[in-house]
């Protein structure tokens, strides 16, 4: 049944992927929601048609969007989570590291995850209790077992004002790791986890669609999930921390030093 549902996600994401890479070839316009918060076209026609394909799909669940907030009926056990640009910044830049980050909850835990870099042409997908894959490939998180020898992915709010802006952490782990990247897209560093090109990622001030899909992803592919101030990953908390799961204690210590 689900494994129905993976595949019609599959290709939802792969369309939508695809729109934004027409988008990206063309000329689009940038608006900003904050001082350095922004929204393009491409956020729009993606989100739109992945809301108009679910809505059609499964017109009884629940649907929460970055740009369209929540939709449908409140009262279903079905939820979907979507980023539908995920790296907006990169984006508008032409960079071409950013994602299409899909999820399914069932009573508000992730069954379904699907991360697709359509630039790449790399689809991330977990189902839950079933794997995850890599271009139907199956995946892993990798065996780096210390600090010294891993290599870290992190971002950074929109707004550095904030108390936790992450540059003391970033200051602290970047010298004792192989280093720490900002790649700019969080759906995507946490499938970078899964796949085993990062031993391990961190990121506060995240909301659900950043993190939904990924962190499917990685439990699937045997990685650990955690809070960073709080013991357990919670998906509306806004922080995540997530790794192969043999560094995970040593990188906690060093973000609460
Ligand atoms: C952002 C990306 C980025 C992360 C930001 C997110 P958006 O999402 O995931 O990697 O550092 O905190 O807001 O705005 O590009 O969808
Ligand atoms: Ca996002
Ligand atoms: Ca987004």
Excluded at 201 to 225: N, Q, R, S, Y
Aim: charged residues 20%; hydrophobic residues 45%; aromatic residues 10%.
């Amino acid at each position: 049944m689900n494994q129905l549902i993976l595949e019609q996600v599959k290709d939802l994401a792969f369309t939508a992927g695809k729109i934004l890479r027409e988008h990206l070839h063309d000329d689009f316009s940038i608006e900003y929601k904050g001082e350095i918060d922004l929204i393009t076209d491409a956020d729009r026609a993606s989100e739109d048609f992945l809301i108009r394909a679910i809505t059609t799909l499964y017109p009884q669940h629940a649907i929460l969007t970055e740009e369209g907030g929540k939709l449908g009926d409140p009262g279903s056990e079905f939820l979907w989570v979507i980023d539908p640009l995920d790296g907006t910044t990169n984006f508008a830049h032409r960079l071409p590291y950013f994602s299409v980050s899909i999820a399914l909850l069932k009573n508000t835990e992730p069954v379904i995850g699907v991360v697709y870099n359509p630039i790449a042409d790399e689809m991330f997908a977990a189902e839950y209790g079933c794997g995850a894959w890599l271009n139907d490939h199956p995946i892993r998180v990798s065996k780096t077992a210390n600090l010294k020898t891993s290599l870290l992915c992190t971002g950074f709010p929109y707004d550095m004002q904030l108390k936790q802006n992450n540059i003391a952490n970033y200051a602290r782990l970047v010298v004792q790791t192989q280093g720490v990247l900002r790649l700019g897209s969080a759906a995507l560093d946490l499938c970078y986890v899964a796949c085993g090109r990062f031993d391990g990622f961190w990121e506060f001030h995240l909301k659900p669609w950043d993190m939904a899909a990924g962190a499917l992803v990685v439990a699937e592919a045997g990685g650990t999930l955690s809070g960073i101030t709080k013991p357990q990953f919670d998906l509306h908390a806004g922080e995540i921390a997530a790794s192969n799961g043999l560094i995970h204690q040593a990188l906690l210590n060093e973000l609460n030093a």
